[in-house]
Nanobody, 114 residues
Framework: EVQLVESGGGLVQPGGSLRLSCVAS????????MRWVRQAPGKGLEWVSAINSAGEPATYAPSVKGRFTISRDNNKNALFLQMNGLKPEDTGVYYCANWRYDYWGQGTQVTVSS
């Protein structure tokens, strides 16, 4: 059974940081490029970042470039998103998914508010 389990979300003040994790099982994680996608309240899905199977290169949406860093550890079947300089508009549910969107996690809530 394929599983992607996100964690690390929470409530943080503007300017703060969070590190999201996504642990994969049930498929060959190291063979898949991976993505982070988010959904703000009342809005559609927005692609945030992607990383290829080997870990380079990484790509970012303009709205997060320079603030967020995606990484992965294929030995631990884990995907990460380091989020710095958080803004209220970063609020939403963050999902990890594989490149083709076949596999999705359940999401982790990120709330940026003072």
């Amino acid at each position: 059974e394929v599983q992607l389990v996100e964690s690390g979300g929470g409530l943080v003040q503007p300017g703060g940081s969070l590190r999201l994790s996504c642990v994969a099982s049930g498929f060959t994680f190291s063979a898949h490029a991976m993505r982070w996608v988010r959904q703000a309240p009342g809005k559609g899905l927005e692609w945030v970042s992607a990383i290829n199977s080997a870990g380079e290169p990484a790509t970012y949406a303009p709205s997060v470039k320079g603030r967020f860093t995606i990484s992965r550890d294929n030995n631990k079947n884990a995907l990460f998103l380091q989020m710095n300089g958080l803004k209220p508009e970063d609020t939403g549910v963050y999902y990890c998914a594989n490149w083709r969107y076949d596999y999705w996690g359940q999401g982790t809530q990120v709330t940026v508010s003072s």
